[in-house]
């Protein structure tokens, strides 16, 4: 299991499980496939590390992602796929003793007729009482957060089968700096499904026919937004013309899509 040690404040996910300065938690993604009118539940599991009886909370928070794969949080409920509403978290308020852990239970269940991806995350929390004299002094309401690990949401309903994904816009962006050349594609997601792709580069040497197939970079895409993807040319290529192919597999059930441009190799 992939762990990591973190300090206070800091905001971290990764695919199993995450420290925060005392607690842990695992997974740190959950994925549902609700059709409209199901309701699915996950568990997530949470251990104080501390020396010290612990109170915990969990919120809810948005998140949109950018062309280069940039997240930005938001209230929760305020974005167009916001996954909040369809949640319900037990309990969402508790204490632990040290080195003692608990279940928790994620309940979603997608309103009938909906059928779009949602999606979000938790904000797992250390709640510590301050004293009135702190609490008046910081203008809060005597609750002080600590340490914080997310947890990422994602509901994309089994019925809805519509994915689809295009590669264009393949481009070198090698600078002077850079120690291999670099090339950058655009992947957009038309469908209704958040999709999971992998990208890989085919060189294909235009006077032998020879092809080259550069290992791949997986990348999640987000219904009607587009991805921008960095490729390298991580392998010494012969002397020479190639048509460079950029390649996107998203699945067994659907076809391979590609976009290519010549490059010469010197």
């Not at 949401?153 to 816009?169: A, G, L, R, V, Y």
């Not at 970079?217 to 937004?225: D, G």
């Amino acid at each position: 299991m992939k762990r990591l040690l973190l300090f206070s404040f800091l905001l971290v996910s990764i695919n199993y499980s995450s420290f925060s300065q005392d607690f842990e938690v695992a997974p740190v993604e959950l994925n549902f496939n609700a059709d409209p009118g199901e309701m699915q539940n996950k568990t997530i599991t949470i251990k104080n590390h501390a020396n010290k009886k612990n109170s915990f909370i969990i919120s809810q928070s948005d998140f949109l992602i950018n062309s280069r794969g940039e997240k930005t949080y938001h209230p929760q409920s305020t974005t167009k796929n916001s996954v909040a509403n369809w949640l319900n978290i037990s309990p969402a308020y508790f204490e632990l003793n040290p080195n003692e852990e608990r279940q928790i239970t994620i309940s979603c269940q997608a309103p009938i007729d909906n059928y779009k991806s949602a999606w979000g995350v938790l904000n797992i929390q250390t709640v510590e009482e301050q004293s009135a004299f702190d609490a008046d002094k910081d203008l809060s309401t005597g609750m002080f957060m600590t340490g914080r690990i997310i947890v990422q949401i994602f509901q994309s309903p089994k019925i809805n089968t519509n994915k689809k994904i295009k590669i264009n816009k393949l481009e070198e962006v090698t600078e002077v700096s850079d120690t291999v050349r670099l090339f950058r594609a655009n992947l957009d997601n038309i469908g209704d499904k958040i999709t999971k792709c992998k990208v890989y580069l085919v060189a294909s040497n235009l006077k032998t026919a020879e092809e080259i197939y550069f290992e791949h970079k997986e990348f999640s895409t987000y219904p009607k937004a587009s991805l921008q993807v960095e490729l390298p040319l991580n392998k010494k290529l012969p002397s020479g013309k190639y048509a460079l192919a950029a390649i996107v597999d998203y699945g067994n059930d659907v076809n391979l899509e590609g976009t290519q441009i010549i490059i010469e190799v010197q």
